[in-house]
């Protein structure tokens, strides 16, 4: 019975019944919450689809530092600026289960394709995350084909189905779905789907 | 036997004095001065679909004319000479009937039978002893009397109708004949029979009173308080005789006996059959016995005939509110007296085959025909011969020659006529067609094409039903769609399941199951399974946490195309009656496959439940928020119930979520000081304990007729979760206390009943033990790395508990009722068809002060997944003000209904939506007016109540024909048109706006037509 927090004294004593029962013994309280080191790790993959779009295993993994909490607005970006790529995967495959967007898609598949290229990754599971960073971007041209994200400004959108085409091409697969790449009015690659 | 006594005299000038006589030889009844056995039927005039509660008398003259020029003909061709009604009939018919067809009518007054208005509240159970009680019953049957004295075809009055019974019945359905007992309450009933009938002989000296017992108990009691009623009337179901009860009857009154009630069942229990030449034995066998008992054939002498029950079959009786369309085969109760279908320890009397004629369906008027049984030509036979002039031996050898099978061939002809006897087995049903076109547009802004976009549905619903075997039962409804339209402002129906997953608008799935039953009998339980199909919960049969829940959803598993219900129910019979069991992949929409045992039984006054629910997986559907996913779970529930009399108190206890046990989660203290992340706020991080899984549950309730009341106080430990509270407590109340964990509440209601009005207020106060969480955003620092954690609102699927409707509560709700007509239930679920009168009204008044906030609720996207809303609404206070009229005036009736409330939405939008609107549905014989117009108000789907998509206007209208008057639950056959103008804005799904437009206009209008067979 967490009696500090009651509020009422009706609530007391109802606390009180319940009190009485065998079961309410020794009830030990909580630890505060602090600030903890985010150390770069060999990324372990937990799950088999772990960052992929609707999988939510990353909150289970016990190595993610994000898993009771998911990195907000500002701090996300400040991981990926700062932070190294596993801890980067983590929070972004964080985003998103909890806020399912093509960004979040897409910069979970950027830094598993980061970690592949680094070898950040346990040595049994390095063919795996190129795998997962693969399946990555062919989830943002799957589920969030419409997906846009901004430059450091903030004022310059870009799409990401095109970069996510490219990435898989360069990963040396091809992309699924129907999506083809054509030229657009300024001359650049643009990933459609006919 | 007696010297020749006059028993009773005619007192009064009337056309036709009634009289019994005694003499040397025996009894009779004399009319006009002329000895006549009754020859009764117990008749009624029921369709097939409607049940006690339809309003025969109440119809035109010309609708009542034809019903009665089919059945009294054939009556009077059967020798039938006297009807048993009720005293609803209105005494110009009972003139009527006799005038145009010689049949008498026997007016039977209930006293109070089923129940009574004492004071305008209706009470269901009557005290006899209570002065007030008795005192309403028989300034009843004084006013009742009055209406009918001087009036021609009146033959005598009945009093009650097996009254001895309901001194131990549990309910008004029929029940196993309880033994010879010695209740104290029957002195009192008896005693009030005797003031009844003395009553009677006050105000209308011309016709004699009968009692209408059940068989003979408490003769004794009888022949000692009750020596004013002049005919032991009696209800007798004893096989093909009725043994000593003449003789017990006058050794213990000197009265004549009739039979108020007695026959055979045409169906064979033992053979799951039909069988009206068993039944036509039965008959037979118990005429001879009253002939050879009647004046001087050489029996006792007191037999003055009985009334048969009864004419036509009462699809009605099983359940009586329920299956009405369906033509039950469930025996409900257990009778030796007729050994050609009884097994010892099951039933064998289906009440609803006791017609000596069967019944056909309804054509478009509402009247239906009767197909007589072979009962029907062998009693014809029988009442040829004249019981006061013959004797012993002429009567036997004129019963003698009547052979039942040999009369049979004439309703077998008649039942071939109108199914083979393959189609028993095997039929098509509720066969229902609907086309359905619209056009369709709107203004840009709204996202909506300019141009009309015209749009067709067809959809066709079919029902297989099949009996393969003896106790075997199945429905399987089917639904197949031709096209689907694309163009309807209420984007979301049950057809566009037929559409391809890939958006293209091809139909690919044109069949599908649309439900499934299947009900099997066998002698320890029923088994019953359910596909998309309701079921009701346990709350009234012991289930106080909610654990198995009710799966009415009305339109919404169409609208989201819900895969479940789906499950089966075992209920316990004979020696396993205490025990139900569910289980299946989803019980109710939303639910884990689990299984849920129940043991409930009483000991004395004491009643215990014993309940466990086991999640077996985790696996929910996710169509809807309304029918959210939920954590795999187990919970055990235990219920005392105990009535103290008027006074009933209950103690439940329930653990729930143990295997949340050792979960983590975290709340917040408020401190002074700048706190975690400058929130002020500490921020903690627990975990799940075993004291977290324990509830406690305390209602007490007051049933004191005029005025009831309700206390309930409650305690659920952080994952002691329950489920919802059904149980209508005597009122509807909308104020209800949530049944998730993590919370405590007090609540209290009182009903207070003057005549026709009920005020019944009632206060809830609800506090989460540990509160909401409040939003505070993470932080990393780049130059520490270190990571703090943001605090989130928790949500039901990433925490082991939240606070949603268990959220801080201090409630007031004010509800009045206004129902003249308290035989029908206000808070009945058919009240749309049930509730009649001139006007019947509610008005409904809640207000919510909400000082905190909540957790996150879940939404489901469209591509079907669930994610939690990334935060809650601010802390605000809510009310709703709700009305509802019904209104009956001859030919037209109404239900309509105002709103008005301020809200917020279910995610995390803070805004506040102070909605109103109105609706009515006006039916006028075939014509039915359906409009409502909201303002201010949510769109109609889930996704409008999550993510707060409201509309400045909606309106709906619906113009109808039909070939019948419209019916709640029923096929109809009607031609439409419908128009639906909406008014959009930026709160509006799809959106999209323009320069200078702060709304935009869209409708829809269109035209359908609905076949139902």
């Keep these: ?194 | 036997m007696a010297a020749l006594a006059l028993l009773f005299v005619a007192r009064s000038a009337s056309a036709e004095p009634v009289k019994v006589v005694a003499g040397e030889r025996g009894m009779q009844l004399v009319v006009a001065g002329k000895p006549m056995m009754v020859f009764g039927m117990n008749w009624d005039y029921q369709p097939i679909g409607e049940n006690y509660s339809y309003d025969f008398w109440g119809k035109p003259d010309a609708f009542i004319e034809e019903a009665l020029a089919t059945d009294m003909t054939l009556l009077k061709a059967m020798g039938v000479n006297t009807i048993r009604q009720y005293d609803s009939i209105p005494p110009r018919w009972v003139e009527w009937i006799y005038d145009h067809y010689g049949i008498y009518t026997a007016v039977n007054n209930l006293m109070g039978r089923y129940g009574h208005a004492i004071d305008g509240v209706w009470t269901a159970n009557i005290d006899y002893a209570n002065p007030v009680h008795r005192k309403a019953l028989l300034d009843e049957l004084e006013a009742s009397v009055k209406r009918y004295a001087g009036r021609r075809g009146v033959l005598l009055w009945m009093l009650g109708n097996e009254s001895n019974y309901g001194l131990s019945w549990t309910s008004f359905e029929i029940e196993a004949l309880p033994v010879e007992g010695s209740d104290p309450r029957a002195v009192h009933l008896y005693t009030l029979m005797n003031e009844a009938a003395q009553l009677v002989h006050r105000l209308d000296g011309e016709h004699p009173v009968s009692l209408t017992n059940g068989d003979i108990q408490y003769l004794d009691i009888i022949k000692t308080v009750c020596p004013a009623i002049d005919i032991f009337g009696t209800n007798v179901y004893r096989g093909e005789s009725g043994g000593d009860i003449y003789r017990k009857v006058f050794e213990a009154t000197g009265r004549p006996l009739l039979y108020t009630e007695f026959g055979a069942d045409a169906f064979d229990a033992k053979e799951g059959r039909e069988d009206d030449v068993a039944q036509a034995g039965y008959l037979l066998k118990q005429w001879r016995d009253i002939y050879r008992n009647a004046h001087g054939n050489g029996g006792v002498g007191n037999a003055i005939g009985g009334f048969v029950f009864q004419w036509t079959d009462g699809w009605w009786k099983t359940g009586q509110d329920v299956r009405l369309e369906l033509h039950d085969k469930d025996a409900s109760w257990p009778n030796g007296g007729y050994p050609h279908d009884f097994v010892e320890g099951q039933n064998n009397m289906n009440e609803e085959w006791f017609g000596i004629t069967a019944k056909s369906a309804s054509d478009s008027e509402g009247h239906y025909t009767v197909r007589p049984r072979t009962s029907y030509h062998v009693l014809q036979e029988a009442f040829a011969l004249d019981p006061y002039a013959t004797t012993s031996e002429a009567v036997d050898a004129h019963f003698d020659a009547i052979e039942p099978s040999g009369l049979s061939y004439r309703y077998a002809a008649l039942r071939a006529e109108s199914e083979t006897a393959s189609l028993q087995r095997l039929r098509l049903s509720n066969l229902r067609m609907v086309f359905d076109s619209s056009v369709s547009a709107g203004e840009a802004a709204t996202g909506r094409a300019e141009a009309p976009a015209f749009g067709h549905t067809e959809s066709f619903y079919v029902d297989l039903e099949a009996e393969p075997a003896k106790g075997v039962w199945g429905k399987l409804s089917l639904n197949a769609v031709g096209s689907v339209a694309g163009n309807r402002l209420d984007e979301l129906f049950y057809e566009q399941r037929a559409l391809a997953a890939d958006g293209s608008g091809d139909v690919t799935d044109r069949v599908a199951v649309y439900g499934a039953e299947v009900k099997v009998e066998a002698p320890l339980a029923t088994l019953k399974g359910y596909y998309r199909t309701g079921h009701t919960h346990w709350g009234y049969e012991g289930d106080f946490f909610g654990l198995y829940r009710e799966t009415f959803y009305g339109p919404n598993l169409d609208t989201y195309k819900a895969g479940g219900p789906l499950g089966f129910e075992l209920e316990g019979k004979g020696a396993l009656s205490a025990f139900d069991v569910a289980l299946g992949p989803e019980i109710y929409w939303g639910a884990n496959p689990m299984v849920i045992g129940k043991y409930s039984e009483r000991f004395g006054e004491l009643g215990l439940t014993v309940m466990h629910q086991e999640d077996l997986l985790s696996g929910g559907s996710a169509e809807s928020s309304f029918a959210a996913p939920e954590r795999r779970n187990r919970k055990s529930a235990v219920l005392l119930d105990l009535p103290v009399g008027a006074f009933r108190l209950q103690l439940g206890g329930l653990m729930s979520g143990t295997p949340r046990i050792g979960e983590r989660f975290t709340y917040v203290e408020s401190v002074e000081g700048r706190g975690y992340l400058d929130s002020g706020y500490n921020y903690v991080a627990d975990e799940v304990q075993l004291a977290d899984t324990v509830a406690g549950r305390a209602r007490v309730t007051l049933d004191a007729g005029w005025t009831k009341w309700l206390l309930q106080g409650s305690y659920h430990g952080l994952v002691a979760e329950g489920g919802e509270d059904r149980v209508v407590s005597w009122q509807r109340w909308s104020l209800q206390e949530s049944g998730r964990g993590n919370h405590y509440a007090l609540s209290s209601g009182v009903a207070v009943s003057a005549g026709s009005l009920t005020v019944a207020p009632k206060a809830l106060y609800q506090v989460p033990l540990v509160g909401p969480n409040p939003s505070v955003d993470a932080l990393y620092s780049p130059q520490t790395g270190i990571f703090y954690p943001g605090i989130a609102p928790r949500d039901v699927l990433g925490s082991p508990f939240a606070v949603l409707d268990n959220r801080e509560t201090v409630g007031g709700e004010l509800l009045l009722v206004w129902d003249p007509t308290p035989a029908s239930w206000y808070w009945q679920w058919d009240r749309d068809d049930k509730e009649r009168g001139p006007l019947s009204a509610s008005l409904d008044l809640v207000y919510r002060h909400q000082p905190t906030s909540r957790d996150a609720n879940l939404a489901v996207l469209e591509n079907g997944a669930v994610v939690p809303f990334g935060g809650a609404p601010p802390a605000s206070d809510s009310w709703d003000a709700t009305m509802e009229v019904f209104s009956e005036a001859g030919p037209v009736r109404l239900r309509g209904a105002l709103f008005a409330g301020l809200g917020q939405a279910r995610g995390d939008s803070g805004r506040e939506v102070l909605r109103k609107g109105f609706s009515l549905t006006a039916d006028w014989n075939r014509v039915r007016l359906l409009t409502r117009l909201h303002l201010d108000d949510w769109g109609p789907y889930d996704y409008d109540r999550d993510f707060n998509l409201t509309y400045p206007v909606q309106w709906y209208g619906d113009l109808s024909w039909g070939v019948k008057a419209a019916r709640l639950n029923q096929l109809e056959t009607r031609l439409g048109l419908r128009g639906q103008v909406r008014v959009a804005d930026e709160h509006s799904p799809g959106w999209v706006g323009a320069s200078g437009v702060s709304s935009a206009l869209e409708y829809e209008s269109g035209v359908y037509l609905q076949f139902g067979l």
């Design chain 1, 1 to 194: 019975m967490r009696m500090d927090c009651m509020k009422s004294r009706w609530g007391a004593a109802l606390c009180a019944l319940a009190l009485m029962s065998p079961l309410a013994g020794c009830l030990e309280a909580g630890e505060f919450v602090y600030g903890e080191q985010v150390e770069e790790q060999p990324l372990q993959l937990h799950a088999e689809r772990v960052g992929i779009f609707p999988d939510r295993s990353v909150l289970d993994d016990p190595n993610n530092p994000f898993r009771y909490s998911w990195p907000t607005a500002t701090s996300k970006w400040k991981i990926e600026s700062a932070a190294g790529n596993v801890v980067a995967f983590y929070s972004w495959a964080t985003v998103l289960a909890y806020e399912p967007t093509g960004e979040a898609q897409y910069y979970t598949a950027l830094n598993l394709e980061q970690v592949y290229k680094n070898g950040q990754a346990v040595q049994e599971d390095l063919n795996a995350v190129k795998e997962l960073a693969v399946a990555g971007y062919q989830s943002v041209l799957d589920n969030f084909p419409d997906a846009q994200s901004f430059d450091a400004s903030g004022t310059v959108a870009f799409d990401l189905v095109t970069p996510s085409y490219l990435a898989i091409v360069a990963l040396g697969e091809t992309p699924t779905g129907d999506w083809v790449l054509v030229d657009s009015a300024s001359g650049q690659p643009r990933a459609v789907r006919p």
